[in-house]
């Protein structure tokens, strides 16, 4: 190899040096199938280029992060390895989930600070604030500094002089349409203007695993529960049916009955007739 032909190798080997790519040669074959010479000209199949290694070291967080929330056990669990993941993940000081209860006022069900619980009060006693806004209008809040936004200027001034001067509160939903909200991920810094368009972007992959992940382990939870009822049902049934000789349908009638007299669950009667062998009155 020459001189010249030596350098332009190594040119290439630079240029390329990013991309892992081959050049594949076609075979001509004769119709004895014996392999010939190349007939055609080299084809380059798709280039990949290298993966950044900032971004194959979040994809790697993310797939940890998909594994502990599977392995999680229950909504508490859940939750906890989520905002403990906002800490590592953001630029955030503080972190905490609200979730919405059906017919009732949102749950503060986990935070890493107590200065996280008094910004969740001060809203949900006034109904006014990001979170609640976030959560009935499904749509991220971000407060770059509460000494100067204005939307909402007394919940801010107390917050401000808690120490929280950055905001983001990111809505956790699922569905096709994101049209049910599960809760609310917020997050929060001393800082202000302390979340750029990185934290907001990775706070919705969060939001998204973290919809998934809370929604699934209330289901699971709320099947565990039917069937703990159905069980509590079945047993009360037997003894109503044993000390009386009644039969299922009859049993089950005068379990209702008392549940709807005394405006108590179903379940609740069956586990004191267990408990007490007694109805309520």
Same mark, same amino acid.
């Given at each position: 190899?020459?001189?010249?032909?030596?350098?332009?190798?190594?040119?290439?080997?630079?240029?390329?040096?990013?991309?892992?790519?081959?050049?594949?040669?076609?075979?001509?074959?004769?119709?004895?199938?014996?392999?010939?010479?190349?007939?055609?000209?080299?084809?380059?199949?798709?280039?990949?280029?290298?993966?950044?290694?900032?971004?194959?070291?979040?994809?790697?967080?993310?797939?940890?992060? /998909?594994?502990? %929330?599977?392995?999680?056990?229950? +909504?508490?669990?859940?939750?906890?390895?989520?905002? =403990?993941?906002?800490? *590592? @993940?953001?630029?955030?000081?503080?972190?905490?989930?609200?979730?919405?209860?059906?017919?009732?006022?949102?749950?503060?069900?986990?935070?890493?600070?107590?200065?996280?619980?008094?910004?969740?009060?001060?809203?949900?006693?006034?109904?006014?604030?990001?979170?609640?806004?976030?959560?009935?209008?499904?749509?991220?809040?971000?407060?770059?500094?509460?000494?100067?936004?204005?939307?909402?200027?007394?919940?801010?001034?107390?917050?401000?002089?808690?120490?929280?001067?950055?905001?983001?509160?990111?809505?956790?939903?699922?569905?096709?349409?994101?049209?049910?909200?599960?809760?609310?991920?917020?997050?929060?810094?001393?800082?202000?203007?302390?979340?750029?368009?990185?934290?907001?972007?990775? /706070?919705?992959? %969060?939001?998204?695993?973290?919809? +998934?992940?809370?929604?699934?382990?209330?289901?699971? =939870?709320?099947?565990? *529960? @039917?069937?703990?009822?159905?069980?509590?049902?079945?047993?009360?049934?037997?003894?109503?049916?044993?000390?009386?000789?009644?039969?299922?349908?009859?049993?089950?009638?005068?379990?209702?009955?008392?549940?709807?007299?005394?405006?108590?669950?179903?379940?609740?009667?069956?586990?004191?007739?267990?408990?007490?062998?007694?109805?309520?009155?």
């Amino acid at each position: 190899m020459t001189g010249s032909a030596g350098a332009g190798a190594e040119s290439n080997l630079g240029q390329n040096s990013a991309i892992w790519g081959r050049t594949v040669h076609h075979l001509g074959m004769d119709h004895s199938g014996e392999v010939g010479a190349p007939d055609v000209a080299p084809c380059l199949e798709p280039a990949l280029t290298a993966l950044d290694p900032a971004a194959a070291e979040a994809a790697n967080t993310f797939a940890r992060l /998909a594994i502990e %929330l599977h392995d999680a056990s229950g +909504v508490g669990e859940t939750i906890d390895t989520v905002v =403990e993941f906002a800490l *590592q @993940a953001l630029n955030c000081s503080y972190a905490g989930v609200a979730l919405s209860m059906r017919g009732a006022q949102p749950e503060v069900a986990a935070v890493t600070d107590p200065v996280v619980a008094e910004v969740y009060g001060l809203q949900l006693s006034s109904d006014k604030g990001p979170l609640v806004t976030a959560m009935r209008e499904r749509r991220t809040v971000l407060i770059r500094d509460t000494t100067a936004d204005d939307r909402w200027p007394e919940w801010a001034a107390k917050v401000a002089a808690l120490g929280v001067r950055s905001v983001l509160d990111v809505p956790l939903v699922t569905g096709r349409d994101t049209t049910r909200t599960v809760g609310v991920l917020g997050l929060y810094s001393p800082q202000p203007d302390a979340f750029g368009e990185d934290d907001e972007a990775i /706070a919705h992959i %969060l939001a998204r695993h973290a919809s +998934v992940a809370v929604a699934s382990a209330r289901h699971e =939870e709320t099947m565990a *529960q @039917a069937v703990d009822a159905r069980k509590l049902v079945g047993q009360a049934m037997g003894i109503l049916m044993e000390r009386f000789d009644l039969d299922a349908d009859r049993s089950f009638a005068i379990l209702k009955r008392y549940s709807q007299d005394t405006n108590t669950k179903l379940r609740d009667v069956a586990q004191q007739l267990i408990d007490t062998r007694k109805l309520p009155h």
